[in-house]
């Protein structure tokens, strides 16, 4: 295919007419544009077609002996399997209380004959395109309700795992490759004397003497490798103090982030009803 070609996305078309030159004409005027046929010549044939293999798109003549164009539709827009599928009607009737009669029973646009290959082509890719979009929308909104209820369940969770965490009476600090604090529990908060939210815009080098800015990377390095252990430290608090620390500690990888996931327990004892 070169640059100036577009290729239609190929869609299932079902024609139905009771004249067989009608059908031929419509079959070769669309099938030049890549779309698959598939042709009836009346109602009751285009109704068991349509349950048994869903078209894209239908157009229906509306003079038709036994059922007529408007009784079809009917049937059509009465079946949850047919509802959703664009009709439209094909007829040499012009008159508007044809076309208000076609639209009112379910029909989505409306072509006269003798047909104009242009009006043709132009109704059935812009009822396609419709069509489309419309799937997009409904997958789009399928996958976004998914996401909402995951991320109800994801916070449900995150708040059931803070409150566990938050019962701990050691610190727990959650660290990203950065230094930075991404989780602290409710013991580290009393313990340093700072709120969740200022620690959290906190990093390691802000309370730890032994961890100063311009080694963390050198020293992330040594932690990462070592998996999970523990050492003694100093951790200062918002008053001043500095308070011997022993830290545990393992590493984590989650969505291609890694963390330290640290344990402090403070080797004084400290009066934390005040």
């Known amino acids: 295919m070169n640059n100036h070609q ?4 190929k869609a299932n078309i079902l024609v139905v007419d009771d004249i067989p030159d009608n059908l031929r004409l419509l079959s070769a005027m669309l099938t030049q544009l890549g779309y698959e046929i598939r042709r009836v010549i009346n109602g009751s044939t285009a109704l068991k077609t349509a349950q048994a293999a869903p ?5 229906l003549d509306i003079m038709m002996p036994e059922m007529n164009g408007y009784e ?3 049937h059509l827009k009465a079946s949850e399997r ?3 599928i664009p009709v439209i ?3 040499a009737l012009d008159e508007v209380f044809d076309k208000v009669k076609a639209f009112a029973v379910g029909g989505v646009d409306y072509i006269t004959k003798p047909f104009s290959e242009e009006e043709v082509f132009a109704r059935v890719e812009n009822n396609l395109t419709i069509r489309r979009l419309q799937k997009q929308l409904i997958e789009q909104n399928i996958l976004l309700q998914q996401e909402i209820c995951d991320r109800k369940k994801a916070e449900s969770a995150l708040r059931l795992s803070q409150f566990y965490l938050d019962r701990f009476k050691d610190s727990i600090f959650f660290v990203n490759s950065n230094a930075q604090f991404v989780y602290v529990n409710e013991a580290a908060c009393c313990i340093l004397g700072y709120s969740r939210e200022q620690l959290l815009t906190m990093t390691v080098h802000d309370i730890d ?3 100063p800015a ?3 990377h050198s020293q992330w390095q040594k932690l990462k490798y070592q998996e999970s252990s523990s050492f003694e430290s100093i951790h200062r608090t918002q008053d001043g103090r500095n308070l011997p620390v022993k830290i ?3 590493h984590l990888e989650f969505k291609e982030q890694q963390y330290l996931c640290t344990s402090a327990y403070y080797l004084t004892n400290l009066d934390l009803s005040n």
């Not at 577009?6 to 996305?9: D, I, T, Y």
Request: aromatic share 14%; proline share 11%; charged share 15%.
């Open 248 to 250: 545990s500690f393992s």
């Open 6 to 9: 577009v290729r239609l996305p």
């Open 55 to 59: 078209p894209d798109l239908i157009l």
């Open 82 to 84: 047919t509802r959703d």
């Open 214 to 216: 311009q080694t963390w």
């Open 72 to 74: 079809v539709c009917q």
């Open 209 to 211: 003497p032994n961890f």
């Open 89 to 91: 009607f094909i007829s």
